[in-house]
């Protein structure tokens, strides 16, 4: 069970005394040091002997922990993210997320660069320091929010808490040379290999720079690139029985909340400025936090008035509110296989002030029969069209782990295809942009089952949905501006008749 950090874990500063020798102590402060009780000498007692704590100092502390754990454990980095921000003002949030992730989004740039500072491998350097090297070299390279010698200086006085003297003037040496030379040009990367070149300055893994390269070409994933290191900035999902997203746009703006609307989501409205989340909209449940991207995706084909839909692995509930946003006339069911999930999808409704049928349920052990009209399935996969929200993924996964899920999402799938009433759709979503989770797993369902056939989305999708599709039944966006990356393949179930969908 992961504990919750102490103070000491976040970098708080905490004064640390060299005491006497344990044959010196007496019999008493022996004991008080096993326990880990405070042994004060008595010229000490009643003195304030407490370091101050600035902000800035804490929120880079917090930040280099949570780089810390996250690389440690290969877990999400949102778990510790959520629990440095309980012990920071809400003031220091915006900036412990951005020097937490934007050190994971940068990490292998960043280690490129303290290597070349300091003159050896980042792997060599002692584990305690490595952290914050990195979110000291993230702001002297990357932010102009602190000066260069407060950032130094801040990073040394952690170093010397984490570790010793020699740590701390380490620390000062390989920053101040950083500090010299402020700009990522300044140190280029020093690969031959032009893909591998490309992996550093861009900070990605080796293995999907060279994927990307011969699957979308080199500019393209350059851009592609870009983007994963950008920021992403908040993105709504406006109700159309609410009034749409004008309405919630003049809610919000005569709050103090900046936000325009989305080019690719009809209901969509990114945030440009302030919180939405303390809005007295949000709790009137007028909105859900979803990328334009995802919004989309569920819409594709849209849905006729009135269909009746299965969402079948649904938590946390983003694709079928946007249906519901879409129409509310939908009869969606949702299901999913975790209580914990489904909890969470259950407390979503409840603020959105929405009732749908609820399963608790293995998508691929459904207890229905036929007669949906449409079947939803968001499949597992590796999330190589997120890592902007989620930058540790990079470093998470491998290539032998692209595709691991195919097996699952194939089971998934057929389930799914039996529930459909004829003439009814399957929707199989990802958030990747490999093709072993994508394209090969639909192929292979396809061989197994003639009566399934890729819909002709070109009918059926305008501008600007119409400038992803791919081919039948197959439609993919590419991580770019604001939003994130999907794929979407289509499949009916052939009836007599031909489909008669409407146009988006």
């Known amino acids: 069970m992961m504990r919750d950090p102490s103070p000491s874990d976040l970098g708080f500063p905490q004064r640390r005394r060299r005491g006497p020798s344990q044959r010196t102590m007496s019999r008493r402060r022996q004991i008080q040091a096993a326990a880990g009780t405070p042994t004060v000498p008595k010229r000490f007692r009643g003195r304030r002997t407490k370091e101050p704590r600035t902000y800035v100092d804490n929120v880079r502390g917090a930040a280099a922990w949570v780089v810390d754990r996250t690389l440690a454990t290969m877990s999400p980095s949102s778990a510790y993210l959520e629990s440095a921000l309980e012990r920071l003002d809400e003031l220091d949030h915006p900036l412990l997320r951005e020097l937490a992730l934007g050190t994971l989004r940068w990490l292998r740039r960043l280690d490129d660069v303290i290597s070349q500072a300091s003159n050896r491998d980042v792997d060599a350097i002692e584990p305690a320091l490595r952290s914050l090297l990195r979110v000291g070299a993230y702001q002297l390279l990357l932010l102009d929010r602190v000066p260069a010698h407060a950032a130094v200086h801040e990073a040394v006085e952690q170093a010397r808490r984490a570790t010793h003297k020699g740590g701390a003037s380490f620390t000062n040496a390989v920053l101040r040379r950083i500090a010299r030379q402020p700009e990522l040009d300044a140190w280029p990367v020093r690969e031959r290999d032009p893909v591998r070149r490309l992996a550093i300055e861009k900070s990605h893994p080796d293995f999907l720079v060279r994927r990307w390269v011969e699957a979308f070409g080199r500019e393209r994933t350059e851009a592609l690139l870009d983007a994963n290191n950008r920021p992403k900035a908040l993105q709504l999902l406006a109700f159309r029985d609410r009034g749409g997203r004008e309405m919630l746009a003049e809610t919000l703006i005569d709050q103090g909340i900046d936000v325009e609307p989305s080019a690719l989501s009809p209901l969509g409205l990114i945030v440009r400025s302030g919180n939405p989340l303390r809005s007295s909209a949000y709790r009137a449940g007028d909105f859900y936090v979803q990328d334009a991207a995802s919004q989309a995706s569920a819409l594709i084909p849209p849905p006729r008035r009135g269909e009746r839909i299965l969402d079948a692995a649904a938590a946390p509930g983003g694709k079928g509110f946007s249906l519901l946003a879409h129409d509310p006339s939908l009869e969606v069911v949702m299901g999913d296989v975790s209580p914990g999930r489904l909890a969470r999808l259950r407390a979503n409704l409840t603020r959105l002030g929405r009732e749908v049928p609820l399963v608790l349920a293995d998508a691929g052990k459904l207890p229905y029969g036929e007669g949906f009209d449409r079947v939803i399935l968001d499949l597992p996969c590796?999330?190589?069209?997120?890592?902007?929200?989620?930058?540790?993924?990079?470093?998470?996964?491998?290539?032998?782990?692209?595709?691991?899920?195919?097996?699952?999402?194939m089971r998934l799938l057929e389930s799914g295809a039996r529930h459909l009433a004829e003439g009814g759709l399957l929707v199989a979503i990802?958030?990747?942009?490999?093709?072993?989770?994508?394209?090969?797993?639909?192929?292979?369902?396809?061989?197994?089952?003639?009566?399934?056939?890729?819909?002709?989305?070109?009918?059926?999708?305008?501008?600007?949905?119409?400038?992803?599709?791919?081919?039948?039944?197959?439609?993919r966006i590419l991580p770019a501006a604001d939003h994130d990356g999907f794929t979407v393949h289509v499949l009916e179930r052939r009836r007599s008749r031909p489909s008669s969908l409407p146009v988006c």
């Not at 930058?391 to 691991?404: C, Q």
């Not at 994508?438 to 192929?443: L, T």
């Open 382 to 409: 590796t999330g190589t069209g997120t890592l902007r929200k989620h930058p540790e993924l990079k470093w998470r996964i491998s290539e032998r782990e692209v595709g691991r899920l195919s097996r699952q999402a």
């Open 430 to 475: 990802t958030c990747s942009l490999e093709p072993e989770e994508n394209e090969q797993i639909v192929e292979r369902l396809l061989d197994r089952h003639d009566h399934l056939a890729p819909v002709k989305l070109e009918d059926h999708l305008h501008f600007p949905l119409d400038r992803h599709i791919r081919g039948p039944g197959s439609w």
